[in-house]
C-alpha cells in the first residue's frame, strides 16, 4: 500500500511539473529574463509588458517587454519573446508616438499581479461560466489609476466552436487585482 501511494504521488508530481512546464514563463519572468538584453542604464526599468493575441490557448505566448533607454531618440527598448525565448530587440519609432518619459517608468515592487493571475481574475468574471474562452491578449501598463492590466477575451462562438470571437476586456489594477472596469460581452458567442 505504501507503494502505491509513493507512485501516486510521483505520477502526480510529474503531471504538475510537466503542466507548469507547458504554462510558459509569465510577464515578470520574461521582464527579468529581458534585462539581458538591454543596457545596464535600462536593466528593471520597465515601461509596459504587452502579448501578442494568444494562438495555442488561453495564455499568451508571445511578449514584448519595453524598457525605458534614455540612449535612444525614442527612449525605449521593445524586447520580443516568443514560447519564452527571446527573439529580438528594436528601437523603432511608430508613426506619432512620442518618446517614452522616464516618469512612466513602472515601479515592480509595489505590482503584485503577475499576468497568469491578472488572467485568472479576468477568467472568474460573471457570465464567463457559460462560454468556452480560447484567446487573450494582455498588457501592462500606467493608467489613470496606476499600474493596469487589460485583459481582452475570445471565446468560441456558440454555433461554430470552431471559430472564436472577442468578448471583449477587463481593466485590472496590478497592485491589488481588484478590477477597475469590465467590459464583457459574453452573449457575443450567439
Not at 504538475?16 to 512546464?21: H, R, S
Not at 505590482?111 to 491578472?118: E, F, P, Q, Y
Request: zero cysteines; glycine letters at 6%.
Amino acid at each position: 500500500m505504501k507503494m502505491n501511494k509513493q507512485l501516486i504521488l510521483g505520477v502526480i508530481l510529474a503531471f504538475t511539473t510537466a503542466q507548469l512546464a507547458l504554462a510558459g514563463p509569465t510577464a515578470f519572468q520574461l521582464a527579468k529574463q529581458g534585462n539581458q538584453y538591454v543596457g545596464v542604464q535600462s536593466k528593471d526599468k520597465v515601461l509596459r509588458i504587452y502579448s501578442e493575441k494568444s494562438t495555442t490557448g488561453l495564455e499568451p505566448n508571445d511578449w514584448h517587454v519595453v524598457y525605458f533607454d534614455p540612449d535612444t531618440f525614442v527612449k525605449s527598448a521593445d524586447v520580443e519573446f516568443e514560447n519564452g525565448q527571446q527573439t529580438g530587440v528594436s528601437h523603432m519609432r511608430r508613426p506619432f508616438q512620442m518618446p517614452a518619459k522616464e516618469r512612466d517608468i513602472l515601479d515592480m515592487s509595489k505590482i503584485t499581479i503577475d499576468s497568469d493571475r491578472a488572467l485568472s481574475i479576468a477568467q472568474a468574471q460573471p457570465g464567463l461560466t457559460a462560454v468556452t474562452l480560447k484567446y487573450s491578449k494582455m498588457s501592462l501598463e500606467y493608467g489613470d489609476k496606476g499600474p493596469t492590466w487589460t485583459v481582452e477575451l475570445w471565446a468560441a462562438k456558440a454555433k461554430d466552436p470552431a471559430k472564436d470571437t472577442s468578448i471583449g476586456k477587463v481593466w485590472i489594477l496590478a497592485t491589488d487585482g481588484s478590477i477597475i472596469k469590465s467590459e464583457l460581452r459574453p452573449d457575443k458567442v450567439n
